[in-house]
């Protein structure tokens, strides 16, 4: 079975410029879920999805969103860019929302100048 | 809040030493608890969990056994290996989220 995919890997983007990036979960995994990760702060949760629903979200600012499809592929965008949102923005999924194990993609390395 | 404190680093070891990463948490309820790898250049890859207390998670020769009473999840290896050098997480779910400990960077030197 294949794992949870990332696209794109890797992106310069510079200040103020917006981003998408997107995740393909495992094969019937429904839940996805989104975490930054910093040298400074770490691993962090974003936002978590099910059945297209946002159903919880970490403490960043409304420049970081994200949607998911009905195929349970999602996608996280970040507006107005700034320095600080450079990060390995990684995805995980997992068969359904509660303590079900995650299980993680390669991430998406987002470098802004 | 949920959290996790693990044992700082950076860890060196020789080939074949015992490794032994302390983490301990702080969670209402009762969360599944994680250990995790991170390759560098990589993410995060699963290594074992457990689900309630007492239980032992295992794998690739590291263990981890749910300590309820002392809210500990210490991860351990009898004989590290080159390929052992990884950046290990430990990490608490009961709900929604992963809470993650800060990582903890191990280098086995042949």
């Not at chain 1, 860019?81 to 997992?94: I, K, T």
């Amino acid at each position: 079975k294949a794992g949870v995919t990332q696209t794109p890997r890797y992106l310069i983007k510079t200040r103020g410029q917006q981003v998408t990036l997107s995740c393909s979960p495992i094969s019937g995994h429904r839940s996805v879920s989104w975490y930054q990760q910093t040298p400074g702060q770490g691993l962090q949760f974003l936002f978590e999805y099910f059945s297209e629903t946002q159903r919880n979200k970490g403490n960043f600012p409304g420049r970081f969103s994200g949607r998911q499809f009905s195929n349970s592929r999602s996608e996280m965008n970040v507006s107005t860019l700034e320095l600080g949102d450079s990060a390995l923005y990684l995805c995980a999924s997992s068969l359904s929302p509660g303590p079900e194990t995650q299980y993680f993609g390669p991430g998406t390395r987002l470098l802004v100048l | 809040g949920d959290s996790v404190t693990q044992m700082e680093g950076p860890v060196t070891l020789s080939e074949e030493a015992f490794l032994t990463i302390n983490c301990t948490y702080t969670a209402t309820g009762y969360p599944s608890l994680f250990w995790y790898v991170q390759y560098p250049g990589e993410g995060l890859q699963l290594l074992l969990k457990a689900t309630k207390a007492d239980d032992k998670g295992s794998n690739k020769g590291f263990e981890a056994t749910y300590r309820k009473e002392t809210t500990s999840f210490h991860l351990e290896k009898g004989s590290v290996q080159v390929s052992d050098s990884a950046v290990y997480f430990c990490a608490l779910r009961s709900d929604y989220k992963l809470s993650f400990g800060a990582g903890t960077t191990v280098t086995v030197r042949a």
